[in-house]
């Protein structure tokens, strides 16, 4: 932002707590190889594209009617997907997931009412907190950027929060908590009636082994399970994220959403990708792989990668990382500089993206053996 215009903005009457704020957003930048914002890279295959074209066409044909105001259908098929015995009143859909945790913090939070979240985390929470004049307390984790559940309770039973975010797995760091971590912060914000939200926005590509928060929901009214189409859909372009609560968690977000949140298209084409989960799925099974690539020719140039559950690979050992950024840059490969030292983040795309990736890395260290530090 210009000087001038900065100025402008200074002569409105915003918010004292809005000023000198910068709004969200990673660089977009036309180049051919884009993997800094982890989206899925893979075309939405054609099946699913005919599926979510005749569907947006039937909802064409009523577009002067306003749509399902509480989009029941679409929660119904998000609850299938889901499983784990959910019905349509275990779940709330929304523009992207943001929108959902918008409307988890204008409901629960507010004036004089504080979330807390662990950076390096979400860039997104202290934003939307921001948003809605809540307080963010940002908690702290290892110096490995881990959190173990005594760390997270014992933050929790000290602040007092209303809300806390727990994302996993973490962005940047791509490593999914334990569920030890979800059950202790919990139990330790029992007392102050604490909501737990888990943001699970890459669930889907876990390593084996990793089990959601899913698993927690009976008998914890308190906890919130939010997810996103736009990462394992391929849907990122259609802004529907969504979530897993106890009903009268659903109620309390019909409170504060707008009327006819949910458009008729929106809900047209998430019901349609839905119905392909299958074939989306095969594209994920391929992003896994591309990601378990990354992180083993990654470590092989003497890097340290972050254990991945996400569809994107954190990796540190680097002494100047922004240089090796530009350095990418300039061959049409853009990932992501999110400021932690030593470290750079990377979509796993296609193969082809991929090794394009790997290749132009690989050269930079080559020929720039400074580049590595030696050490996380």
Request: charged share 20%; proline share 6%; net charge negative.
């Amino acid at each position: 932002m210009t000087d001038e215009r900065l100025q402008k903005l200074n002569s409105l009457p915003l918010r004292d707590d809005l000023r000198g704020q910068s709004p969200y957003g990673a660089p977009q930048i036309d180049v051919p190889i884009q993997l800094n914002v982890n989206e899925n890279t893979h075309p939405v295959p054609d099946v699913v594209v005919e599926s979510i074209a005749k569907a947006v066409e039937d909802a064409a044909r009523t577009l002067n009617r306003y749509p399902d105001r509480d989009a029941v259908d679409l929660r119904r098929d998000l609850a299938a997907y889901l499983g784990h015995g959910l019905t349509y009143e275990n779940v709330w859909a929304a523009n992207g997931s943001n929108e959902v945790l918008q409307q988890i913090l204008q409901a629960f939070g507010g004036p004089g009412r504080a979330v807390l979240s662990f950076p390096p985390t979400y860039s997104m929470y202290p934003l939307l907190a921001a948003g809605v004049n809540t307080e963010y307390i940002a908690g702290v984790r290892a110096e490995d950027y881990s959190l173990s559940a005594e760390s997270a309770a014992a933050q929790v039973r000290e602040h007092r929060p209303q809300i806390v975010f727990l994302c996993s797995p973490n962005n940047p760091t791509g490593t999914a908590l334990g569920l030890d971590v979800v059950r202790a912060v919990y139990e330790a914000g029992e007392e102050n009636n604490t909501i737990v939200v888990v943001d699970e926005a890459y669930a889907e590509f876990a390593l084996e082994g990793t089990k959601s928060a899913l698993t927690l929901l009976p008998g914890r009214t308190r906890l919130i399970v939010t997810r996103t189409m736009s990462k394992a859909f391929a849907l990122a372009g259609a802004r529907l994220g969504y979530l897993a609560a106890a009903p009268e968690i659903v109620d309390a977000l019909q409170l504060v959403r707008l009327p006819y949140h949910l458009s008729a298209v929106t809900q047209a084409t998430a019901r349609a990708a839905l119905s392909h989960a299958d074939v989306l799925q095969r594209d994920v099974e391929d992003i896994k792989t591309q990601r378990d690539r990354i992180v083993a020719e990654v470590r092989a140039l003497g890097l340290f990668p972050a254990v991945s559950d996400s569809n994107f690979v954190t990796f540190g050992g680097l002494s100047d990382p922004h240089a090796v950024f530009e350095a990418l840059l300039e061959e049409g490969i853009i990932i992501r500089d999110n400021g932690l030292p030593g470290h750079l983040r990377v979509t796993a795309g296609t193969e082809e993206e991929t090794t394009a990736f790997l290749v132009a890395l690989r050269r930079y260290v080559g020929s720039h053996p400074e580049a590595l530090t030696g050490h996380p």
